[in-house]
């Protein structure tokens, strides 16, 4: 009988551990959007495109999205998205370029037209960027907790003509330094612009 007992009281005990674990565990919803820009009734998909550069029609494009708190301003949101928009188009550039393993390889090191293309890169002054598109909706979504908090979720689409692209890394190399080493910089970047459009083609 005791035994019967221990044994009866010890399912119990995991039963209620387990059903109470269980219950502790965040139940997470949905997300739901409450409001979008301009009144649409549904999310444009570009918004959910690419993550890095792609090309349509001569423009090379790049998709910034981020999410701020629900108390914040759309247009504050927006412009946010569009500033990290235009430079982080010269970061996917000079992250490409710099890890293709021959830009600036070490025998490049201190050639005149390598660091005059660095310091375009890293400064992140590229003219002639637009923002062809934004958007904007507020939306309920769960936490990590499954808590249920208001969002601002926004996204800002910057894009650059390809050759207008070309022409400020072809002037960024210069015309000073080793010959050979700039064509080497130059055969470079128009192997890179022509991977955007072949990328963008084939999707």
Not at 86 to 93: A, M, S
């Amino acid at each position: 009988m005791k035994i019967f007992t221990f044994v009866s009281l010890a399912m119990f005990l995991m039963c209620f551990v387990s059903c109470t674990a269980a219950k502790n565990e965040p139940e997470f919803e949905a997300t739901k959007v409450l409001e979008r820009i301009g009144g649409k009734s549904e999310t444009p998909e570009w918004v959910h495109g690419e993550t890095g550069l792609s090309e349509e029609k001569g423009k090379v494009f790049f998709i910034n999205v981020i999410t701020m708190s629900g108390d914040s301003r759309p247009e504050a949101c927006i412009k946010a998205a569009a500033d990290s928009a235009r430079t982080d188009i010269l970061r996917h550039i000079k992250d490409n370029l710099t890890t293709s393993g021959q830009t600036f390889e070490a025998s490049a090191a201190g050639d005149p037209g390598v660091e005059s293309l660095t310091a375009f890169l890293s400064q992140g002054k590229l003219s002639g960027v637009t923002i062809d598109q934004k958007y904007w909706e507020k939306r309920v979504e769960s936490n990590s907790s499954g808590d249920r908090v208001l969002k601002v979720y926004c996204a800002a689409k910057a894009g650059i003509a390809k050759q207008e692209l070309a022409r400020q890394l072809r002037d960024a190399t210069g015309g000073g330094g080793n010959p050979e080493i700039r064509k080497k910089l130059l055969e470079q970047q128009t192997l890179y612009l022509e991977s955007i459009g072949s990328k963008s083609s084939a999707e």
